[in-house]
């Protein structure tokens, strides 16, 4: 399913971000589990976010989050939210590339990585931020049984597919959908 020359479907890891205009930059990391190729191959690590926190409470996420001072750079940041998040160590991660940025209604411009995670890692619950973790097989995820569209919306000028995956109760919807829709599209080319 993920073959070699997958990276080379992705962006750079430090190609030229658009100028956000008012939205903040946020980075957030896909994680890519191997798995037994007989069965459901290669996993993604998602989080539930907790219920009581203010901003996205109790939705499907990627380990990620807004930039903080001490950041070197956005990949900085989306690997800094992982080990915080998921207790990801960092020399266990090769990045891969990036997805396309998703501009958020609630001021962010959101910029996924993709990595694939490297030897024996199993990620926890690090954080009072995460509720739980989920681990979709690659497999499940391009099943066209538990993908739907929603309808569409028109914002600042553009229209977005609103994509969901019946995955878990809540549903993976939003930005992060529309972020996992990118990854199986490149996955598919």
């Not at 998921?86 to 396309?100: A, I, K, N, Y």
């Not at 992060?176 to 990854?183: G, I, P």
Request: proline letters at 8%; zero cysteines; hydrophobic letters at 40%.
């Amino acid at each position: 399913m993920l073959t070699e020359d997958f990276g080379l479907r992705l962006d750079g890891v430090h190609e030229e971000l658009r100028d956000p205009g008012r939205l903040r930059f946020a980075a957030v990391i896909g994680l890519l589990l191997d798995g037994d190729p007989g069965l459901d191959g290669p996993a993604l690590v998602l989080i539930e976010r907790s219920s009581k926190l203010r901003q996205h409470a109790g939705q499907i996420a990627f380990p990620g989050g807004k930039v903080e001072p001490g950041d070197r750079d956005l990949l900085d940041t989306a690997l800094r939210e992982a080990s915080e998040e998921v207790g990801l160590p960092r020399e266990q991660v090769r990045v891969l590339g990036r997805l396309s940025p998703v501009p958020t209604p609630t001021g962010y411009m959101i910029v996924p990585y993709v990595g694939r995670v490297l030897g024996d890692w199993q990620p926890r619950p690090a954080s009072g931020e995460v509720e739980r973790i989920l681990m979709p097989s690659l497999r499940t995820l391009m099943d066209p049984a538990i993908h739907r569209l929603t309808g569409s919306v028109e914002w600042e000028g553009e229209r977005y597919d609103l994509h969901q995956f019946d995955i878990a109760d809540p549903p993976l919807w939003g930005a992060t959908a529309r972020m996992v829709w990118d990854l199986l599209e490149r996955i598919r080319a």
